[in-house]
């Protein structure tokens, strides 16, 4: 740990990490004031999080994994907006929404989380309780069907889950804002963050980042 004796004001304390942007918090000291601070909290993460490397193929930018079920972010109360750039898989069969991508939010265990899955066609939400899926909404993709790839955000607060999409990374689409509430229900950032490819199911995605929230 670092000590530092600085005079009565507000200052702003910038941390910067090994997945890039910087990540910043405001303070006030007051006379005889002593304040902690934990800055590995502030600093954006990326895939090293998911463990090895190893277990991913890499081609040009892109990493892809096959099968594995289950495939957790470690970052515990992971509140803020996570973000990737997500290749779309394509089907040849036109009565077909084609291959779903699937990522899960507040993940407990395999009986409880909430389930996302996307495809061509259609963006679907669920939240399983118990093993049992309930409150299901579905929704028109916003993905133009010659696009071979997407930008996907992600933001989690405890009583909030948006997802936005983008064709570029700069211009962002709200495709689904659910205002869940946390009254007699797991708050949405106990649980983790991560990928679900039951089977063969395969996922390739690049620049990767989870950028947490700044408590103030």
């Given at each position: 740990?670092?000590?530092?004796?600085?005079?009565?004001?507000?200052?702003?304390?910038?941390?910067?990490?090994?997945?890039?942007?910087?990540?910043?918090?405001?303070?006030?000291?007051?006379?005889?004031?002593?304040?902690?601070?934990?800055?590995?909290?502030?600093?954006?993460?990326g895939?090293?999080?998911?463990?090895?490397?190893?277990r991913?193929?890499k081609?040009d930018?892109?990493?892809?994994?096959?099968?594995?079920?289950f495939?957790?972010?470690?970052?515990e109360?992971?509140?803020?907006?996570?973000?990737?750039?997500?290749?779309?898989?394509?089907?040849?069969?036109?009565?077909?929404?084609?291959?779903?991508?699937?990522?899960?939010?507040?993940?407990?265990?395999?009986?409880?989380?909430?389930?996302?899955?996307?495809?061509?066609?259609?963006?679907?939400?669920?939240?399983?309780?118990?093993?049992?899926?309930?409150?299901?909404?579905?929704?028109?993709?916003?993905?133009?069907?010659?696009?071979?790839?997407?930008?996907?955000?992600?933001?989690?607060?405890?009583?909030?889950?948006?997802?936005?999409i983008?064709?570029?990374?700069?211009?962002?689409?709200?495709?689904?804002?659910?205002?869940?509430?946390?009254?007699?229900?797991?708050?949405?950032?106990e649980?983790?963050?991560?990928?679900?490819?039951?089977?063969?199911?395969?996922?390739?995605?690049?620049?990767?980042?989870?950028?947490?929230l700044?408590?103030?």
């Amino acid at each position: 740990p670092k000590r530092l004796s600085v005079p009565i004001g507000a200052y702003s304390v910038a941390a910067r990490g090994t997945a890039g942007g910087p990540s910043s918090l405001n303070i006030t000291l007051g006379a005889g004031e002593t304040r902690t601070l934990d800055l590995r909290k502030l600093l954006p993460t990326g895939m090293e999080l998911f463990g090895p490397l190893a277990r991913w193929t890499k081609k040009d930018n892109w990493l892809s994994r096959r099968g594995g079920g289950f495939m957790l972010y470690e970052r515990e109360r992971p509140l803020g907006r996570i973000s990737f750039t997500l290749r779309v898989p394509h089907s040849r069969n036109p009565f077909s929404g084609g291959p779903k991508t699937r990522w899960v939010v507040n993940y407990v265990d395999r009986a409880n989380y909430v389930l996302i899955e996307v495809d061509e066609k259609n963006f679907q939400r669920s939240e399983v309780v118990d093993g049992r899926s309930r409150d299901v909404v579905r929704k028109p993709n916003v993905i133009p069907e010659d696009d071979q790839f997407a930008y996907i955000s992600v933001s989690v607060r405890d009583e909030q889950l948006v997802h936005q999409i983008s064709r570029n990374g700069q211009e962002w689409k709200v495709i689904d804002n659910w205002e869940r509430g946390t009254a007699g229900r797991r708050p949405l950032g106990e649980g983790k963050f991560g990928f679900y490819m039951p089977g063969d199911d395969e996922i390739a995605l690049s620049d990767f980042i989870f950028q947490p929230l700044t408590e103030r």
